[in-house]
Structures are given as C-alpha cells and as structure tokens.
C-alpha cells in the first residue's frame, strides 16, 4: 500500500523553495514546454470555472512531465475584488502524485509556489529580452506577486532604482522610489513590471519608453487588460505559452496583437529575443511551472526529513 500523502504548508515551502534552485529548473521546463513533444511533457490550457457570485474563479492546472516522473495539478482561485478585500487574490494548493500508480504523494500550499514561480519566470523573461545596463525597474502592484517580483528582480539583476506606486515601500525590504502616479513611475524605465488586479488597462504605450521590456503578469482573463493597445500593437509579444495566451488574455486577445514567441522558443534558440526593440512579456501561469516547484519542494522535504 502506498504511504499517505505528506502534508507541506506555507511556511514550510517558504523554507524550501529558493530561487536559485527554482529559475534553472522553470528554464529547462519551459524550453521543454516548446518543443511540444506529448511523449516529454503535457499542459493542456487552464480549466477555469466562473465563480459569479463571488467575481471569482477557480483555475485547474494539470501538468504531467513523464521523462522527470512528475505528475501534478493546482487548483486555484482567483478574484477580480478591486474592493481593497484584505483577502489574497489568489489562493492555491499543489497536489503532487505518483505518475505510476496515481497515488497522491503530498499536498502543498500553493501560494508561495505560484508568488514565487511567477515572479522567477518573470525574471527569466527579463534575463532573455531586457536591454544590457537596464537600470530602472517600476513595478505597478503592492501585492503580493510585487512583493515576491522584487525579492526575485533584486536576487537576480543590480538595477540602479526601482520605483513603485505608494504602498510597495510597505512590504519590501530596500528602497523604493515612491511615485504619485503609474505614469511617473514609468517613464523612462528600462523594465516594467505589472502585477496589479486591474481589469481596464493601466500601462500606456506612451509612458513606455522604446526598448524597454514589460513583464505583465495581471489580467489573466479574456476581457482584462492592463496594457493598451498602442503597447501592446508596438511591442514585440512574448508568452510563456501560446495556447494560454491565445484563450486567456485579454490584452492579446482584444489588441489583436501577435504572439511572437514563447519565453522557450528564446530558450531554445528557436526565435530571436528582440532585446533592442520594446518587448512585453505576457504571463498568465502554467501547471508545469507548479509542477516544477512542487517537485523541487518535495524532493527537498524528503531531504530534510531523512536526516532527522
Ligand atoms: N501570470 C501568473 O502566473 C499569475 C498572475 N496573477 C495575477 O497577478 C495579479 C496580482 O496578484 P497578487 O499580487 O497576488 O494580488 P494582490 O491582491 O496581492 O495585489 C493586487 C494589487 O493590484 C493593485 N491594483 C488593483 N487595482 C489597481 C489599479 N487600478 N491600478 C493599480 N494597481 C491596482 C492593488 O492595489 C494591489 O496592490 C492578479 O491579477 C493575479 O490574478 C497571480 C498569480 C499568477
Ligand atoms: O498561474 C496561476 O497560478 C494564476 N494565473 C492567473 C491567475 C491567478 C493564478
């Protein structure tokens, strides 16, 4: 019979999730992803059911790698609530199983793993398509995905300044650049980052100064945005995948703009990362990059807990 599933909450994970760890791995997998190769790898596009009622929804993120032996699925709930709710907008826990026999192996929080991986991809994509000597950051957000977008910008690249709207000084743990408006925070920035709940665009092109790269991780449904059309029409887009991108996204789906690329046809050589012209990155999650972290936490758990 099967061992129970192990349980790992928050601050677990918190301890045993790390960057370091984290990035090469998502950058393996998200090259992987690309190749769309079914006998590597299978992500089919979020499920997501509408919680009316509650201006919510609850996304199904199911992910299976067979050549890493790693199956897994998120469920998560996501809410529009521009009210000042104190509640997360986004609540997730990661079930991790046995490919082979299809027993649940653990449960794990979720939300760290999906602040965390967010952000890290996030910095992946700058890594591939920011401009050399980047200098300024401006992230629109106070949130939590800010919160992790700083900890990850900060451990990864040496920006010279890094501004937000007031509220962002609260949660991180540098200096912040507090700006009265998003278009003084942005404004001759070399990278953008939103992570905002928005539902009607935010960022316009014409605060964004050219060759500047914009990581937008927000308004992941068909008809929010948090870009405009002037940036979205100018820039040269990125996703992390193209289905998601194509069924999810109102700021490609309602601009009408292309997606050049994903984050892993740059990874794997495939299609040019345009760091000299304006790039935006659009994020909207995959279950392989839980399914990665998942994996990496759980191994480190089973580390640590073999030695006591
Ligand atoms: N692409 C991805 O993989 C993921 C995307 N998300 C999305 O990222 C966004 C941020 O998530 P969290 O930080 O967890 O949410 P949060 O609720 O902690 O923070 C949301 C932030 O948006 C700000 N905001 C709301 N309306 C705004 C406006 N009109 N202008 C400027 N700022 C505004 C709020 O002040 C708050 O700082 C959400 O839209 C969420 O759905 C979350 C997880 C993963
Ligand atoms: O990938 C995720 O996890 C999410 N993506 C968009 C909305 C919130 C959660």
């Given amino acids: 019979m099967a061992n129970p599933p192990v349980i790992i909450w928050k601050d677990e994970v918190e301890r045993l999730l790390r960057y370091r760890e984290l990035i090469p791995r998502l950058e393996v997998a998200l090259g992987k992803f690309s190749w769309r190769d079914s006998a590597e790898l299978i992500q089919p596009v979020r499920t997501t059911v509408p919680l009316q009622k509650h201006d919510g929804f609850m996304g199904l993120m199911p992910a299976y790698m067979e050549n890493d ?65 980047a200098e300024v950051l401006a992230i629109l957000g106070t949130g939590r995905q800010a ?37 003084e925070a942005v404004r001759g920035a070399d990278v953008i980052v939103t992570v905002t709940r928005c539902t009607e665009p935010v960022l316009f092109g014409q605060w964004v100064k050219a060759g500047a790269h914009v990581a937008a991780v927000g308004a992941c449904r068909p008809n929010w945005r948090e870009l405009d059309d002037v940036l979205m029409k100018e820039a040269v887009v990125y996703a992390d995948s193209r289905e998601g991108a194509m069924a999810e996204s109102g700021d490609i789906i309602l601009s009408g703009a292309e997606v050049f690329a994903e984050l892993g046809d740059v990874i794997n050589g495939t299609k040019p990362a345009h760091r000299e012209k304006t790039t935006v990155f659009k994020s909207l999650g995959m279950g392989v990059q839980d399914a990665v972290s998942a994996k990496l936490v759980f191994d480190q758990w089973k580390a640590r807990h073999s030695q006591l």
């Fill in 69 to 133: 032996g790693v199956l897994s699925t998120k469920f998560v709930c996501f809410y529009k609530r521009e009210d000042g709710s104190t509640l997360p907008a986004t609540q997730a826990t990661v079930v991790l199983l046995d490919p082979e026999y299809g027993n649940v192996k653990a449960v794990m929080d979720g939300e760290v793993i999906t602040d965390m991986r967010t952000a890290a991809v996030s910095a992946i994509s700058a890594k591939l398509l920011m401009r050399p000597g």
């Fill in 147 to 183: 919160l992790s977008h700083y900890n990850v910008f900060m451990e990864m690249f040496s920006f010279k300044e890094v501004r937000g709207l007031r509220g962002l000084e609260t949660p991180v743990s540098g200096p912040v650049t507090a700006c009265v408006s998003v278009e």
